[in-house]
């Protein structure tokens, strides 16, 4: 499938989804109606986007990996959805939530293809197409890279900082793909996620369809993303079981972040 087509697909899944919620009150978005295959409750906007996207997706050849209903379909295509990320910021009106999508040929990041990532409060899009190793990320259409501050002094976004690093401002947003975004477009230098976690020996909060998205059009944009010891992240599963720790920044920033990191690991 061409990139153009599954970009067609993302933004029709996005309109869709943003036109239902914004016809149901708050109140009603934010209720519970039930757990997800995840393990943690499901949120009526959460059941409403979803059952949108796996609407128009079944359709396709793909084996879908999401929050709320598990693996649906037996497709070639891997696909890591999100069709909320950011549920508490969407169910209290904080305009940062997204729907995120990120395209495989094989259940391995390495594979990815195409990734989108909409702010569905707003309607700002990005996107990346290519490979992980060459690739071209999009926001709105125009090309962007990450920003180039390579000095520990820069703006970070931090899942959940124990000491003071050095950053000259720290930032949580509440949207793992809208925040990897962040970092792709420059307008942050740096995302974190240092949460341990523990699922089956698998280390880190961060589940895939969280992050894979936001985390191809990063690397397209010029980042290096790793987990917190500084290990690549190509043979991680587009799976429900998989687990991720995070550091994503520019390469010369991203070095001096892993022996930040290592050494106050080591002073604990």
């Given at each position: 499938?061409?990139?153009?087509?599954?970009?067609?697909?993302?933004?029709?899944?996005?309109?869709?989804?943003?036109?239902?919620?914004?016809?149901?009150?708050?109140?009603?978005?934010?209720?519970?109606?039930?757990?997800?295959k995840d393990g943690?409750?499901?949120?009526?906007?959460?059941?409403?986007?979803?059952?949108?996207?796996?609407?128009?997706?079944?359709?396709?050849?793909?084996?879908?990996?999401?929050?709320?209903?598990?693996?649906?379909?037996?497709?070639?295509?891997?696909?890591?959805?999100?069709?909320?990320?950011?549920t508490f910021n969407?169910?209290?009106?904080?305009?940062?939530?997204?729907?995120?999508?990120?395209?495989?040929?094989?259940?391995?990041?390495?594979?990815?293809?195409?990734?989108?990532?909409?702010?569905?409060?707003?309607?700002?899009?990005?996107?990346?197409?290519?490979?992980?190793?060459?690739?071209?990320?999009?926001?709105?259409?125009?090309?962007?890279?990450?920003?180039?501050?390579?000095?520990?002094?820069?703006?970070?976004?931090?899942?959940?900082?124990?000491?003071?690093?050095?950053?000259?401002?720290?930032?949580?947003?509440?949207?793992?793909?809208?925040?990897?975004?962040?970092?792709?477009?420059?307008?942050?230098?740096?995302?974190?996620?240092?949460?341990?976690?523990?699922?089956?020996?698998?280390?880190?909060?961060?589940?895939?369809?969280?992050?894979?998205?936001?985390?191809?059009?990063?690397?397209?944009?010029?980042?290096?993303?790793?987990?917190?010891?500084?290990?690549?992240?190509?043979?991680?599963?587009?799976?429900?079981?998989?687990?991720?720790?995070?550091?994503?920044?520019?390469?010369?920033?991203?070095?001096?972040?892993?022996?930040?990191?290592?050494?106050?690991?080591?002073?604990?």
């Amino acid at each position: 499938m061409r990139h153009e087509d599954l970009l067609q697909i993302c933004r029709k899944i996005k309109q869709d989804i943003r036109n239902a919620i914004s016809k149901v009150p708050l109140s009603e978005l934010k209720s519970s109606i039930g757990m997800g295959k995840d393990g943690t409750p499901t949120k009526k906007v959460d059941w409403i986007a979803e059952e949108i996207a796996i609407s128009t997706l079944k359709d396709y050849n793909f084996r879908i990996i999401t929050e709320e209903s598990g693996v649906v379909g037996d497709g070639d295509v891997f696909l890591a959805l999100d069709p909320v990320d950011g549920t508490f910021n969407a169910t209290r009106g904080i305009p940062i939530y997204s729907v995120s999508l990120c395209f495989s040929k094989s259940d391995t990041l390495k594979d990815v293809f195409f990734a989108y990532v909409s702010n569905l409060a707003t309607g700002t899009e990005y996107y990346a197409e290519g490979s992980w190793n060459y690739g071209k990320a999009f926001r709105d259409g125009e090309r962007v890279n990450v920003s180039d501050y390579s000095e520990i002094d820069c703006n970070a976004i931090f899942y959940y900082p124990d000491r003071e690093y050095g950053f000259k401002r720290v930032r949580i947003f509440g949207s793992a793909a809208t925040e990897l975004c962040f970092v792709a477009d420059g307008s942050v230098d740096c995302f974190i996620d240092i949460r341990k976690g523990n699922l089956n020996g698998r280390e880190g909060m961060l589940r895939v369809y969280d992050v894979a998205a936001g985390l191809f059009i990063a690397v397209c944009a010029g980042a290096r993303a790793t987990d917190m010891h500084g290990q690549r992240l190509h043979d991680k599963r587009i799976s429900m079981e998989e687990r991720f720790t995070l550091v994503v920044a520019n390469s010369n920033l991203h070095n001096k972040l892993i022996k930040l990191l290592k050494s106050c690991r080591k002073v604990k």
